[in-house]
């Protein structure tokens, strides 16, 4: 009976851990488009954080953010970028996991349309969070130091 036990919750487990790895990226072969981006479910009909940069500038500070919040970066397109944050195991929950994803959208030369979003896995739902907020955040001062530094 015990080993019936022990097996299920072993297969429970499997399965979870399955799960935890579906977070929802793009799922595409090559690049994006600068149309498909404003298709893809985390930009659709939600607002951008506009920077009045140039494509190349904005995404360089997106991978800065990326690493300045934890994550490895996973995915390095012209138009969308993606880190993970490792797990990490506390004494109640898990914690860490999270896909962080940017998209980019040059609405000009020297305007660019971002959106940042967080994927939460399954299994550490409970300890994670979204880090939309600190990316933008990270990505505004790094672009603002460039500013400030080429007027100087």
Not at 85 to 104: D, M, Q, W
Not at 117 to 127: K, N, P, Q
Request: aromatic fraction near 6%; charge should be neutral; include cysteine.
């Amino acid at each position: 009976m015990k080993m019936k036990t022990l097996v299920s919750i072993a297969g429970l487990a499997a399965g979870l851990v399955l799960l935890a790895g579906c977070a929802s990226t793009p799922n595409h072969a090559t690049p994006l488009s600068k149309e498909q981006i404003l298709l893809q479910p985390d930009v659709k009909d939600k607002p951008p954080v506009i920077f009045q940069k140039g494509l190349e500038e904005v995404r360089l500070a997106g991978l800065r953010a990326l690493t300045f919040v934890g994550c490895e970066v996973k995915t390095q397109e012209p138009l969308f970028l993606s880190g993970r944050r490792p797990n990490k195991v506390g004494f109640f929950v898990g914690s860490g996991g999270e896909t962080v994803k940017i998209f980019l959208y040059p609405q000009s030369d020297s305007e660019t349309h971002v959106w940042v979003d967080t994927d939460l896995s399954f299994i550490g739902l409970a300890g994670q969070q979204g880090w939309n907020k600190q990316v933008i955040e990270e990505m505004t001062n790094i672009l603002n130091k460039t500013t400030t530094g080429s007027s100087q």
